[in-house]
């Protein structure tokens, strides 16, 4: 597989614990929010989807926040495990190509 | 990855020569797109399709083509390669529009030496 070694904010949260990724998106037409994670060696994989008629929305073990008004998106993992380390992207579209945020590294402290 | 496969996954070519990339779906997706992916930059788009034979540009297609001739295909090729070129190339595939989410596939490192 294939990653990018990229020089990213970084997120070490313990194993067990609550993780919150961040993510400010820029255009205020954009109405459906894409998570993506990266595994290193790996193409991003698809998490959670939000649609700008909503504020949250959750999956398994995973929450996503939308807050149109200042234009800020989270991503929640719960009991955040080893698997969960990866770079996590948000994703922005307003039915254009999807325009990608640089992401954020997470990293689980066994 | 979705029956989504890249070829080759390595490739290591010098300035000046073509190169192309393959991507191959076995999803019946009417979208398919090629991104690259380089440090502080993120995913950027190179080229996208909604078609067989319909294409379009994506933010960073300067020095690369596209053709789509089967639903199953996208290739993307680089006429004369840079250096500026070395990356790690994503291609993706969407179901029914452009504003819904995208599966990508394993990725290819290209380095242009």
């Known amino acids: 597989g294939e990653s990018v070694g990229l ?10 614990d609550n993780s919150i990724i961040n993510c400010a998106y820029s255009n205020s037409a954009s109405d459906y929010f894409i998570w993506y994670k990266q595994e290193s060696g790996k193409g991003p994989q698809f998490i959670i989807d939000i649609r700008s008629n909503m ?5 398994q073990r995973v929450t996503v926040l939308l807050n149109k008004t200042v234009k800020h998106l989270s991503l929640q993992i719960a009991a955040t495990q080893p698997g969960d380390s990866a770079v996590y992207f948000c994703a922005e579209t307003g039915n254009t190509p999807l325009v990608f945020g ?3 590294r997470l990293s689980v402290i066994a | 990855d979705a029956g989504i496969t890249q070829s080759p996954r ?5 300035t000046g020569t073509p190169v192309t990339l393959r ?4 999803e ?9 992916q380089d440090p502080g930059h993120g995913l950027r788009l190179i080229h996208y399709s909604y078609g067989v034979k319909d294409t379009d540009k994506g933010e960073v297609s300067d020095g690369y083509s596209v053709s789509r001739s089967k639903t199953e295909d996208f290739l993307l090729t680089l006429e004369s390669a840079t250096s500026s070129q070395t990356s790690v190339y994503f291609c993706a595939i969407g179901r029914t529009a452009l ?9 290819t490192r290209l380095t242009v030496t």
Do not use: A, I
């Open chain 2, 23 to 26: 991507c191959h779906q076995t």
């Open chain 1, 7 to 16: 020089h990213l904010p970084t997120l070490s949260v313990q194993e067990g």
């Open chain 2, 28 to 36: 019946n997706h009417r979208y398919m797109y090629w991104y690259r």
């Open chain 1, 102 to 104: 640089k992401g954020t």
């Open chain 2, 10 to 14: 390595h490739k290591v070519t010098e």
């Open chain 1, 55 to 59: 504020d949250k929305r959750q999956g």
């Open chain 2, 99 to 107: 504003g819904n989410e995208q599966y990508f596939g394993p990725g």
